[in-house]
Every structure is written in structure tokens, then in C-alpha cells.
């Protein structure tokens, strides 16, 4: 045998067994329910994950609320783009980026007043999918506290996936949470002297 035919050989038994260890893990997943997740981190894209999520659940016919924490109301392009979906309810629930408000009583009313909204929609059955996008902020600066906003989160409705984004996620929400992803600040074009981008950033 040819020693690119044993490699190809090698190869195809390493397959076999790494399709038989997928599928064993794939028969043992059974249980269907909804789920919250938690992305968390200094890098870029926690929201943008969060957003692709969105277009995935409106893939499946599923209907969506976005509740917008701390971010004032620049004109995103996700914003633009999924207000625009009939199946999304997107609600801004902030007035800017603390350090551009600097008010803390202005900021804690705008927090309060978005969750009241969010938590109508955590007890409505017919959304499928709930973000709460920069909702850890609110918890760093107490502005909310986690002991009033998790008992919500665990009694929705049993099928509503929730995602939650924000750094600093505190280790209760990591806990709860069905899946957690942290997403590092490796390198950012911002710190090299870039303008936030349309598309990317925007």
C-alpha cells in the first residue's frame, strides 16, 4: 500500500470513530426545552452573536424580542435590518454608553422602564427567542439585581430561549445558564486608531 493510501486509510478509521462518539452523544441529547445563554466577555461580537442568533430563529418562523440595555439609540445596522422583520419586537431600552449620559438616576429609570417591557415578554408564550442585549451592565452597576430578574428568567415559558450578553456576566447568571460562551479580546482594530465601521462595527 502506498503511503498516501495509508494515510487516507488512517485518515477514514479516525472518521468512523469520531462519527461513532458524535452520534452517541447526538442519541443521548433528548430532552427539548428552551435555553439561556449567556455570552460574556471582553472581545467583540457578543451582541453580534446574539443578533445572528435572531436571523436563525426568524429562519424557523420563530417570533423575537430584543430588549437594548445601555446602548443609546445610534443607528445600527441590526437595528435597521430587524425592525423592519415582522416577527421582531426590538425595544431600546437605554439612553448612550454610561460615560455619555452621566446621569446614574436617568440610567437606572431607562433600565427599570426596559425591564418592565422584557418581562412582559418573558411570560409570553408565542416569543421564541428574547434578547437581553448588555443586560449584565445593569447588574455591574446595580442598577438591577440579579435576585429579581432570575426568578423570571427560570419561570418563563418552558420552549422560550433567552440570551443574555454583556461582559463581567456574574458567576449566578453563568450558573443558571444552559450554554455560557466568553469571547477574548485577542486584538481590535479601534486601538490601532480605526473608526468604527459600517457593517462591522455599526
Not at 435597521?80 to 448612550?96: A, H, I, K
Not at 440579579?146 to 450578553?165: D, G, K, S, Y
Request: hydrophobic share 40%.
Amino acid at each position: 500500500m502506498k503511503e498516501n493510501d495509508r494515510y487516507h486509510e488512517r485518515h477514514r478509521s479516525r472518521m468512523i470513530r469520531k462519527k461513532a462518539v458524535v452520534d452517541a452523544a447526538i442519541a443521548r441529547a433528548t430532552e427539548q426545552r428552551g435555553l439561556l445563554l449567556v455570552i460574556t466577555g471582553n472581545g467583540k461580537g457578543k451582541s453580534s452573536s446574539a443578533f445572528g442568533m435572531v436571523a436563525r430563529a426568524l429562519g424557523h418562523g420563530m417570533k423575537v424580542a430584543v430588549f437594548q440595555f445601555i446602548k443609546g439609540k445610534g443607528d445600527t445596522g441590526e437595528q435597521s435590518f430587524f425592525q423592519r422583520q415582522p416577527d421582531v419586537l426590538w425595544e431600546q431600552c437605554g439612553e448612550g454608553f454610561t460615560w455619555e449620559t452621566q446621569n446614574r438616576d436617568r440610567d437606572i429609570a431607562a433600565a427599570r422602564i426596559g425591564w418592565d417591557k422584557a418581562r412582559c415578554a418573558l411570560t409570553d408564550p408565542n416569543r421564541n427567542l428574547i434578547v437581553l442585549d448588555e443586560m449584565t451592565y445593569l447588574f455591574k452597576y446595580n442598577y438591577l439585581s440579579l435576585e429579581e430578574v432570575l426568578p423570571v428568567l427560570q419561570a418563563r415559558p418552558v420552549n422560550q430561549h433567552v440570551i443574555v450578553t454583556g461582559r463581567g456576566a456574574p458567576e449566578t447568571l453563568i450558573t443558571a445558564a444552559d450554554t455560557v460562551s466568553e469571547i477574548a479580546d485577542v486584538k481590535h482594530a479601534f486601538r490601532a486608531g480605526i473608526m468604527a465601521q459600517p457593517g462591522i462595527d455599526l
